[in-house]
């Protein structure tokens, strides 16, 4: 019975890495050619390479260490090359300003 759930908790992590490379992927596709190098990252080929192995990998190459080494790249991306990307292609903060604005101006501490 602790096998089995134990098995269970695996297959959640896995289908869970396996997600977030996917999405990695999609986003990288996405993103134009000219912001990655605006953005001063990797090229947007290495990207596709790096996560559509990572992808490959996960979906039908089960090897634990290939698939952590796939896991780190996609959150690589996610945290460091996709914010990047964003603020290069003018998709900054939804709402806008900083984030010492209040609901009616920016707050300036009582100055």
Same mark, same amino acid.
């Given at each position: 019975?602790?096998?089995?759930?134990?098995?269970?908790?695996?297959?959640?992590?896995?289908?869970?890495?396996?997600?977030?490379?996917?999405?990695?992927?999609?986003?990288? $596709?996405?993103?134009?050619?000219?912001?990655?190098?605006?953005?001063?990252?990797?090229?947007?080929?290495?990207?596709?390479?790096?996560?559509?192995?990572?992808?490959?990998?996960?979906?039908?190459?089960?090897?634990?260490?290939?698939?952590?080494?796939?896991?780190?790249?996609?959150?690589?991306?996610? $945290?460091?090359?996709?914010?990047?990307?964003?603020? $290069?292609?003018?998709? %900054?903060?939804?709402?806008?300003?900083?984030?010492?604005?209040?609901?009616?101006?920016?707050?300036?501490? %009582?100055?």
């Amino acid at each position: 019975m602790l096998m089995s759930g134990f098995q269970s908790l695996m297959g959640l992590l896995f289908l869970a890495m396996a997600v977030l490379a996917v999405v990695a992927l999609v986003f990288a $596709v996405l993103a134009r050619e000219d912001a990655y190098r605006a953005a001063d990252k990797q090229t947007k080929k290495f990207w596709l390479i790096i996560l559509g192995i990572t992808v490959v990998i996960d979906l039908f190459l089960p090897i634990l260490f290939l698939q952590i080494a796939g896991l780190i790249a996609s959150i690589v991306f996610m $945290v460091d090359v996709r914010p990047a990307l964003r603020q $290069v292609s003018g998709g %900054g903060p939804r709402r806008g300003g900083s984030s010492s604005d209040g609901p009616y101006g920016p707050y300036n501490g %009582g100055r």
